[in-house]
T-cell receptor
């Protein structure tokens, strides 16, 4: 069974540009989470989807971040326009139900210059 | 809000020896879950061990065990007979056990991580 996959693995963009990160959860997992780790800090929760609905987006830093999960399968996280402080590793995780184990993807390392 | 603290940014251990990674947390909840995740270099984060707060018995998974002290809000990870493959970043994490809907009950709250080096 394929695990959680994320694309791209690395992205380097300039301040002011737009970047879209993609996450493909494990097949059949209704729950999808986005997290972010800024250099030297904790991994922080961004948001949680149940199927295509946003269950909790309390961790989204500001309105430059837009997450979607059309059709309840893969999810995208768009940053527009990117700022220097957006640099970090963005992790996606999925779980079958809310209370079950979250399986993580390898992360996307975003560098904003 | 819950917080998780890992006070050891880096640790090292000799192969075959035992090492303990520390984690403390702060919460006002009585029902919650604690986790240790492992992220090897350039690889995905995987769950090592999980502890339910209502269980008094410490969780164990082969060479990995925890020392869960609920009153002290401490959750340390012990790795016995360390192997080279144990080298990784280890994250302690907390999740609420509340099951009411409409909130952030399922998110994980992480510590900053402890980088473990295993020396041959």
């Amino acid at each position: 069974e394929a695990g959680v996959t994320q694309f791209p693995s690395h992205s380097v963009i300039e301040k002011g540009q737009t970047v879209t990160l993609r996450c493909d959860p494990i097949s059949g997992h209704d729950n999808l989470y986005w997290y972010r780790r800024v250099m030297g800090k904790e991994i922080k929760f961004l948001l949680h989807f149940v199927k295509e609905s946003k269950q909790d987006e309390s961790g989204m830093p500001n309105n430059r971040f837009l997450a979607e999960r059309t059709g309840g399968t893969y999810s995208t996280l768009k940053v527009q326009p990117a700022e220097l402080e957006d640099s970090g590793v963005y992790f996606c995780a999925s779980s079958q139900v809310e209370v079950s184990e979250q399986f993580f993807g390898p992360g996307t390392r975003l560098t904003v210059l | 809000a819950q917080t998780v603290t890992q006070s050891q940014p880096e640790m090292s251990v000799q192969e075959a020896e035992t090492v303990t990674l520390s984690c403390t947390y702060d919460t006002s909840e009585s029902d919650y879950y604690l986790f240790w995740y492992k992220q090897p270099p350039s690889r995905q984060m995987i769950l090592v061990i999980r502890q339910e707060a209502y269980k008094q018995q410490n969780a164990t998974e082969n060479r990995f065990s925890v020392n869960f002290q609920k009153a002290a809000k401490s959750f340390s990870l012990k790795i016995s007979d360390s192997q080279l493959g144990d080298a990784a970043m280890y994250f302690c994490a907390y999740r609420s056990g509340a099951t009411n809907s409409g909130g952030s009950n399922y998110k994980l709250t992480f510590g900053k991580g402890t980088l473990l080096t295993v020396n041959p």
